[in-house]
């Protein structure tokens, strides 16, 4: 059975601001942030960016600053997506519970573990998710019959390229119907490709491994991003990617405090 999906959808969501801006091409901007704050949430929400990813994967959010956190992202009608710390059904039902308007999942190294990930984020008849809480329809501005309805089609189910076995399989876990994004994460995947990070950029394994992973998300028509580390590498990688991720709210804190105490003790 060929699934609904997000590239497909005829669902018209005017709060789902990431996938609209997919959808539309107009190459929107995401960002991280691990710190457990409601009031930064809202704070990076109103800085033009398009989606915030919750990283509950290396961050410090705990499941209730999560929930807050996804609600006053959305409220502000800004895409909650959150990263969870590995493909588990509990995970990604508890996450999705939360209204995000999808789920990152780290190091899929198959299209099994890819599969596995679809299946416990879509509803019957594609999948497995049960239903049960009042929560997603208000981060979606939708009564939860109309979430119920639209959900399998909606909501962005990403997967992480990180690892040498991912790397190895990815034309097979792009092929998987249901993944809609694929995110490259270079500092892993330069560790290990090459066995230390961050990369230079230029080593031709590491450049190969970015180029066959885009391919195949191309060959399969799936959207494609990667984390950047900076504005003018952004604007870069925007050449190519379909979106990025500009850097995290705790690289921002520390780099503006490096750069202005390097001012003050000048």
Known sequence: MTQANAFTTTFQNPKLRLLNGLKAGSKPVMTFMGLSSVRTAQIVAQTGVDSIILDCEHGNISDDSMHN?????????ISPIVRIRAPLPDLIKRTLDTGAHGIMVPQINTAAEAELVVKYSKFPPY?????????PGLA????IPQYMK??????LT?????????LENVDAICAVDGVDIVFIGPNDLAQSLL????AKGDEPEFVGALDKIVAA???NGKWVSRLSNSGKLA?????????????ADMKAITMWFQNELQDVKA
């Open 150 to 155: 639209s959900a399998n089609e909606t909501l």
């Open 217 to 219: 998300a191309r060959k």
């Open 140 to 143: 979606h501005g939708l009564t």
């Open 235 to 247: 604007k870069e990688h925007l050449n190519i990617y379909d979106t990025v991720a500009l850097g």
């Open 158 to 166: 990403c997967i992480q390229i990180e690892t040498k076995e991912g």
């Open 127 to 135: 999948g497995l998710r049960g239903q049960g809480s009042p929560f």
């Open 69 to 77: 956190m996804v609600a006053a992202i959305a409220a502000l009608d």
């Open 195 to 198: 066995g230390y990070v961050p």
